[in-house]
């Protein structure tokens, strides 16, 4: 699948292990189609709950 470049940007992030650990365990807990998808999920919650505060 390509990405959309004018409406999609890519970046390089690391994690800690424990981190990856807990993304992933999310990814199949929430059965999400990669890890991309749980990353982009997690962030979108944690966006959410800080506006919301």
């Known amino acids: 699948m390509a990405v959309d470049k ?3 940007k890519q970046i390089l992030v690391t994690f ?3 981190m990856v650990d807990q993304i992933e365990q999310y990814w199949h807990d929430k ?3 990669n890890r ?3 990353i982009r999920k997690l962030v979108e919650i944690g ?3 800080e506006q919301s505060e």
């Open 36 to 38: 991309s998808d749980a």
């Open 31 to 33: 059965k999400l189609q």
């Open 6 to 8: 004018d409406k999609n």
């Open 16 to 18: 800690p292990n424990e």
């Open 47 to 49: 966006l959410k709950k």
